[in-house]
Nanobody, 119 residues
Framework: QVQLVESGGGLVQAGGSLRLSCAAS????????MAWFRQAPGKEREFVAA????????NYADSVKGRFTISRDNAKNTVYLQTNSLKAEDTAVYYC????????????WGQGTQVTVSS
């Protein structure tokens, strides 16, 4: 399994942007489909965005479509989440996750990075 470490969270005003990064250890990063999830206080963890192993296929939750962009750099073993036009309701701990193959549960998780959007 890969080890995942997120960074880039912080406090930002509504309408602002943050770029989250998730660095993976190991030489098999390109074999993993990757995703971002988030969990707000008192709520369940929810899907945000996913990207295929090659980076060609991407999908997003309706709540972030048009505002967030997921990308990856397999040479750097890193997946990114560019978050724009942030809203107070985007406040959450953001987690990256990975899985081998194109289906099934995500079984590798990072420790999370806090994003706080002030209104």
């Amino acid at each position: 399994q890969v080890q995942l470490v997120e960074s880039g969270g912080g406090l930002v005003q509504a309408g602002g942007s943050l770029r989250l990064s998730c660095a993976a250890s190991g030489r098999t990063f390109s074999s993993y489909a990757m995703a971002w999830f988030r969990q707000a206080p008192g709520k369940e963890r929810e899907f945000v965005a996913a990207i295929s192993r090659s980076g060609v296929s991407r999908n997003y939750a309706d709540s972030v479509k048009g505002r967030f962009t997921i990308s990856r750099d397999n040479a750097k073993n890193t997946v990114y989440l560019q978050t724009n036009s942030l809203k107070a309701e985007d406040t959450a701990v953001y987690y990256c996750a990975g899985r081998l193959g194109s289906s099934g549960p995500y079984d590798c998780w990072g420790q999370g990075t806090q994003v706080t959007v002030s209104s």
